[in-house]
C-alpha cells in the first residue's frame, strides 16, 4: 500500500493527507535544521520521510524493519546532539517500541520527535494489525511527551513546523487518505492552544484529527435544528488546553469529545479528566469502542464505527437533554 | 524418512498445476479487492503448495481445530492471499469467497485474523512476531506428545526484527525438532533490495549459530521444496531453518520486468494487465 492513496468523504473540500503534509513539512524543514537526522524502519515510502532521505542522503537510515533498534538509534544520536526523527505505522513505532520510547527517550527526556502514520481506521483495506488506534493513549503515557493530532494538510504542516522548534521528545500523528480542508495557509498553530472553529452557546464538540470536519458539518446540522454549537480543534492533547476546557465547560455547560482512537485514553478521556476537575457539565463521546478495527474500504469503516457527522449530531442532542434534565 | 509423505496423493505434476491456480487465485482477488501484496504472496506458493498438498501438513480442511493438527504460521501476514487460497482448495471455506478478500465483512482480512478464520493458527501483520508463537505451538506439542509439527514463515525484510532472533535462541534452547522455519528469501522488502536495506546474510548461519539445523534451497522449485521439507522432518534434536531463495512475484517476472518494478511491494495488478499475468503464470516459465 506505500504510495497509494484513498479520501474520505466529506462537504467540504478536499486537502492532501496529514502524512503528506508532514512529508513535505520535513522536506523543506531539513534545510534551516541541520542538525535534523531521520531514522527510517522500511516504511519511507508510506510515512512520507523518504523525501527528505532523497534530498538528505546523508542525515536518513534506514535500519530495516526493526522499530524498537529504530527508536534506540534515534536516542543515540539525540542524545549526541541531534534532533531525531522517527516514523512508522503508529500501530508499529508506538507498540512494538514502546520499551524504547519509555526508557531510552521518555526517561532521559531526548529531542526524539515521533510521528505516527496510518493511525485509526481509515486507513481501510489492511485491516486491524496495521490500524494505530491506541497510540494517543500510549503516548499520553509517556512522562513529557507533547502529543499532536493535526485535523488537515496545513495544520498537519504547522505542527511539524512547531514539533521541530519545540525542545523535547513528541508524539505526532497523521493519517493516510486525504482529508478535507480546514484552515487556510496561514492559520494559526500554537501547541497546547486550541483552534476555535465555530463559537456556539449550547454545546461544545472538542475535536481533532479526522473528526475536525465531521463536527463542522454537525454543527452546521445542528444550528438548523436551534442548537449552537461550538467547535473546538483540539490538536494538542498533551498538554490539553484547560482554558479552552474551562470556558467551552461554563460557557455551553456541555461538551461532545469526538476522536478517530479508542475510547480508553484518548481526547474524551483527558477532556473527562479536567473537565470533571475545573467545571464538570454533562459529556458524550464519538470514539472507537472496546474493539479492534478490521479490513473494508475507509468509508465503509468510518459508517460502521459511527465516526460521522451524523454521530456527533446525535452525540450533541443526547448531551443538550442530559444538560437540561 | 520412510512414511513422512505416506499421504502424498498428488503427483508432482498436479501440484505443480495447483501451484498455478494459487498463483491465479492470488492475482485474481487482490486485483478484486484493489490492494493487497500479490508479489509477496506468490514468492511462497511452492513452499505453501507443498506443505498443505504435498502430503507434510497434517491438516484437515473439514475438521481444521483438530488437536493434534500441524500448524503453519504466516508469520509475514501481508502474503495472507497464498494461503487463503490454499485454505479455499483444502476446503475450509467456498472457493468463491476468495473474491471478498479485504472487504468489509468479509472473514478474508488485510491480514490474517485467527478469531474469523479457521485455518489461521496466529493473527499476524505486525512482523517479527510468528516464530515466537510458532515455539509456543512446538513446546505445547511436546507437553502433549501428540507429534505435531509447527511450520512459520517469514519474511527476508522479516528477520530485521530483533524478535526473530529471541525465538531462534529459544528454539535453539528446547532443540525443538518439530518446529521448521521457512524464510521466504526474495531479496526485496518494502523500500528496496533486502541486501541494500538491512543486508542480514548468511542467514542459515545465523540460525546454525542459534543451534538450528539449516538447509539453503531454490524455493521456487518445487521437487527442492519437497525434499528440503523431508529432511526437516526427519531432523531430530534440533529445529531445522530452510533458506527458500525465491522470486517475489514469480509466476508474472516477464511481466514486472516489463512495469520495470521487480518489487512490486503492496501493489495489486491493475486491471488492465490482470490477463497478461494470468497467461504468464499459466504459461509456467517462472
Ligand atoms: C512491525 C512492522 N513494521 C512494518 C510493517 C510494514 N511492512 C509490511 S510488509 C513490509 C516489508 C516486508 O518485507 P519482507 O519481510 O521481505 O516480505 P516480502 O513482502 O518481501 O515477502 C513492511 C515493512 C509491518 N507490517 N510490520
Ligand atoms: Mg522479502
Known sequence: MAGASSSVKSSRPLGKATRDAFGRALEALGESYGKLVVVDADVGNSTRTEWFGLKYPDRFFNVGIAESNQVGVAAGLAAAGHTALVSSFAAFIVCNAYDQLRMSVAYPRLNVKVVGSHAGISIGEDGASQMGIEDVSLACSLPGFVVMVPADETSAKAATAAMLA???????????PDVPKIYDADAPFTIGKANKLADGKDVTIVANGLMVAPALEAAEALASQGISARVLDMHTVKP??????????????????????LAHGGLGSVVAMNVAEIHPVPIRYVNLHDSFGESGSPEALIEAYGLTAAKVAEAAKAVVAAKKS | MKGVRKNVSESIESLKALARELRKDILKMTTEAGSGHPSSSMSAVEVVTALYFGGFLKFDG???????????????????????AALAHKGVFPHEELMTLRKFGSRLEGHPNMLRLAGIEASTGSLGQGLSVGVGYALAARLAKN????????????????????????AGKYQLDNLTCIVDRNGYQQTGSALDVLNMDPIDGKFAAFGWATQV??????????????????????????????????????????????????????????????????????
Open chain 1, 166 to 176: 519545540h525542545e523535547g521528545p513528541v508524539y505526532l500523528r497523521v493519517g493516510r
Open chain 2, 147 to 170: 507429534g505435531s509439527h509447527t511450520y512459520v514463515m517469514t519474511g527476508d525484510g522479516e528477520l530485521g526484527q530483533g524478535q526473530i532472533w529471541e525465538a531462534a535462541a529459544s
Open chain 2, 62 to 84: 473439514k475438521n481444521p481445530k483438530a488437536a493434534d493438527r500441524d500448524r503453519f504460521i504466516l508469520s509475514k501476514g501481508h502474503a495472507a492471499p497464498v494461503l487463503y
Open chain 2, 217 to 286: 534451497i531454490n524455493g521456487n522449485d518445487l521437487e527442492e521444496v519437497i525434499d528440503a521439507l523431508k529432511r526437516a522432518k526427519a531432523t531430530k534434536g534440533r529445529p531445522t531453518c530452510i533458506v527458500s531463495l525465491t522470486k517475489k512475484g514469480f509466476g508474472m517476472l516477464k511481466l514486472l520486468s516489463k512495469l520495470k518494478d521487480e518489487n512490486f511491494h503492496g501493489k495489486p495488478m491493475p486491471a488492465k494487465h490482470l490477463e497478461e499475468a494470468l497467461a504468464e503464470v499459466e504459461a509456467g516459465l517462472g
Open chain 1, 240 to 261: 490539553i488546553d484547560r482554558d479552552a476546557l474551562a470556558a467551552a465547560a461554563k460557557d455551553t455547560g456541555a461538551i461532545v469529545v469526538a476522536e478517530e482512537h
